[in-house]
């Protein structure tokens, strides 16, 4: 799978969090190992009700068994690559973006790594890889 320019960067139109009856876009990338993500220039929106200062992590879903998860600060740009994601559920390793499939990219607040862990869910976006 080749290295990759691809940014992805969030915004109310991909925000299927908030989206009503299925109405945010998806991103369409291209197959990589890695992209970066760039919240630059939009404001990731926190809940009014949850008390909470905003996100503290991203988490990546490819099928049932392959949930990741990693730290981030909710502000600067990251490259979300293989060494970024830390397993939640599944022995596969975050391998990068196959041709094909479907991620889910979910940005917010959780309490990782409690046992019971929860995810305060602030943007999510969809991406289908070419």
Known sequence: MPESNVVVAPDDVHNHAVAKDGGALVYDIPPCTSLRFDPTGYTIPIPKKSGL???????????????????????????????????IRGTN??????????????????????????????????????
């Not at 607040?109 to 943007?123: I, L, T």
């Open 93 to 130: 390793r975050f391998a990068g973006f196959a041709s094909g499939e479907t991620y889910i990219l979910g940005v917010g607040h959780d309490n990782y790594p409690e046992p019971e862990m929860k995810f305060s869910v602030m943007w999510v976006g969809m991406m289908k890889v070419k």
């Open 53 to 87: 200062a905003g996100p503290n992590s991203i988490h990546l879903i490819h099928a049932k068994d392959e949930y990741f998860r990693a730290p981030w600060d909710g502000k600067m740009p990251v490259t979300l690559e293989p060494a970024f994601f830390t397993n």
